[in-house]
T-cell receptor, first 109, second 116 residues
Framework: GQQVMQIPQYQHVQEGEDFTTYCNSS?????IQWYKQRPGGHPVFLIQ?????EVKKQKRLTFQFGEAKKNSSLHITATQTTDVGTYFC?????????FGTGTSLTVIP | SAVISQKPSRDICQRGTSLTIQCQVD?????MFWYRQQPGQSLTLIAT?????????ESGFVIDKFPISRPNLTFSTLTVSNMSPEDSSIYLC?????????????FGPGTRLTVL
């Protein structure tokens, strides 16, 4: 299956600080998706990026797809305790979805 | 969107036994998947459940260990056979829903399996 790495694996931030997670692939991706999984919950779809260099925003979340379509990032501005969870990138190959290794975010009040 | 339910939500089983997990969707969907997620880990795709034909398994997963049924477009089952403690994990059912240029994946609440 598709290999997608994420860094960092864990991140602890003070509430109000920014947070970024990166997703990297060795191959060119047709698209990339981002999911959030709250502790004890199941993954929830956030967004899909398709175009080279694409940037999308959802309130305090900014998603970017690299120019070469091999990497992506999720940036959260001014984190809140509600942002706690694990953020996964995922690749949709058309028939299957392959998930990255995930970044676990802890927000310290 | 799609609403997915799974049964059971959790179970504790003895090694050597089998458990069948059910996944029910509130609408007809073409794409249905089964994942395994061990605590603190990412999701690993087990197989794609195909309606009317045999499931498509990912590398490392075989039909004898994880038989899957997909009798219609709203229901699937995953059986974990001859269980060992290494099978302790959360098993998640998901469906893919196409909307314009985006294929969104919706997940069920998961089944937490503990094998003693």
């Amino acid at each position: 299956g598709q290999q997608v790495m994420q860094i960092p694996q864990y991140q602890h931030v003070q509430e109000g600080e920014d947070f970024t997670t990166y997703c990297n692939s060795s191959t060119t991706l047709s698209n990339i998706q981002w999911y959030k999984q709250r502790p004890g919950g199941h993954p929830v779809f956030l967004i899909q990026l398709v175009k080279s260099g694409e940037v999308k925003k959802q309130k305090r979340l900014t998603f970017q797809f690299g120019e070469a379509k091999k990497n992506s990032s999720l940036h959260i501005t001014a984190t809140q305790t509600t942002d706690v969870g694990t953020y996964f990138c995922a690749v949709n190959t058309g028939n299957q979805f392959y998930f990255g290794t995930g970044t676990s975010l802890t927000v310290i009040p | 969107s799609a609403v997915i339910s799974q049964k059971p939500s959790r179970d504790i089983c003895q090694r050597g036994t089998s458990l069948t997990i059910q996944c029910q969707v509130d609408s007809q969907v073409t794409m249905m998947f089964w994942y395994r997620q061990q605590p603190g880990q990412s999701l690993t795709l087990i197989a794609t459940a195909n309606q009317g034909s045999e499931a498509t398994y990912e590398s490392g997963f075989v039909i004898d260990k994880f038989p899957i049924s997909r009798p219609n477009l709203t229901f699937s089952t995953l059986t974990v056979s001859n269980m060992s403690p290494e099978d302790s994990s959360i098993y998640l059912c998901s469906v893919g829903v196409a909307g314009g240029s985006t294929d969104t994946q919706y997940f069920g609440p998961g089944t937490r399996l503990t094998v003693l």
